[in-house]
C-alpha cells in the first residue's frame, strides 16, 4: 500500500512567483491535514479538508495561502507571491474516517524561496 | 485541546528501554493521549494512542498514570533508529469537525548513543 504521497520533494520558486505542493492521501483515506514547520521549529497545523470541502482553516495564514482538495486528484496547498519566510517544509497527512487518530504523514515538501 | 510539557531533549544508551514522560495535567474525561516520533527531515510517525489503560503495541508501550495527568512512552529496546523527536498530544477522540487537526508542541528530542 503507497502511504502519503508528497510532490515534490523540493522545491525552489523566486520571491514573488507561485508555490504549488501536492499530496495524494492513502487510497481510501478521505481526509488530508497540511501542517507547516518552519526551519528549527515545530509542527504547526494549517489545514484540514474533505473532499471538495475545507472543515478547519484556522493555521492558514490570511493572504496569500489557499487549499482544496478536490473530488478527484491530489489536494493543493498553493500560495502566491512566495517570500522568504515561507520557506519550510510543508507535511501533509491523511486518515480514513474511522481510524483519524492514525494519521499518516507524508515525506513532506521543502519550499525554499530564494 | 488540553497542554502537554515534555523534557526537551533524553538521551538513551542503545539497547536499553527509553522513558519518555509527558505531564498533561488538565487533561478532560473524554481526552486520549498520543505519541508521535518525527525522525529528522521526515514526516512525523503514529506511534500509538491510550485513553486511561497501560497500551502495547509493536513500536512501544504507553503507560497511563489512574489520575491521567501524565503519561510515559516507553521503547523496550532502543536504537540508533529510533534517534527522533516525541510528541505526546492531548486531544479529544471525537470524529470530525474542528476536531480533526492535531496539535504539536516541541516534544522531547531522544538521542540514542551507541
Known amino acids: 500500500n503507497a502511504g502519503v504521497m508528497q510532490n515534490p520533494r523540493h522545491l525552489v520558486r523566486r520571491r514573488g512567483q507561485e508555490a504549488r505542493l501536492r499530496c495524494s492521501p492513502v487510497?481510501?483515506?478521505?481526509?488530508v491535514y497540511w501542517y507547516r514547520q518552519l526551519p528549527e521549529e515545530g509542527l504547526k497545523f494549517m489545514v484540514y479538508?474533505?473532499?471538495?470541502?475545507?472543515?478547519?482553516e484556522s493555521g492558514m495564514p490570511k493572504e496569500r495561502f489557499s487549499a482544496e482538495f478536490p473530488k478527484e486528484g491530489p489536494s493543493i496547498l498553493r500560495i502566491q507571491q512566495v517570500v522568504r519566510g515561507d520557506s519550510a517544509a510543508y507535511f501533509c497527512?491523511?486518515?480514513?474516517?474511522?481510524?483519524?487518530?492514525?494519521?499518516?504523514f507524508g515525506s513532506g515538501t521543502r519550499l525554499t524561496v530564494v | 485541546d488540553a497542554k502537554t510539557t515534555q523534557p526537551p531533549s533524553m538521551d538513551c544508551a542503545e539497547g536499553r528501554a527509553a522513558n519518555l514522560p509527558c505531564n498533561h495535567s488538565?487533561?478532560?474525561?473524554?481526552?486520549?493521549v498520543y505519541w508521535y516520533r518525527q525522525i529528522h527531515s521526515q514526516g512525523p510517525q503514529y506511534i500509538i494512542h491510550?485513553?486511561?489503560n497501560n497500551e502495547t503495541n509493536e513500536m512501544a508501550s504507553l503507560i497511563i498514570t489512574e489520575d491521567r495527568k501524565s503519561s510515559t512512552l516507553i521503547l523496550p529496546h532502543a536504537t540508533l533508529r529510533d534517534t527522533a523527536v516525541y510528541y505526546c498530544?492531548?486531544?479529544?477522540?471525537?470524529?470530525?469537525?474542528?476536531?480533526?487537526?492535531?496539535?504539536f508542541g516541541k516534544g522531547t528530542k531522544l538521542s540514542v548513543k551507541p
Open positions: 479538508l474533505q473532499k471538495e470541502n475545507i472543515i478547519d
Open positions: 487510497k481510501g483515506h478521505s481526509h
Open positions: 488538565t487533561i478532560s474525561g473524554n481526552e486520549y
Open positions: 491510550g485513553l486511561k
Open positions: 498530544i492531548v486531544r479529544v477522540a471525537e470524529y470530525g469537525g474542528s476536531q480533526g487537526n492535531l496539535i
Open positions: 497527512a491523511s486518515s480514513r474516517q474511522d481510524r483519524w487518530y492514525g494519521y499518516t
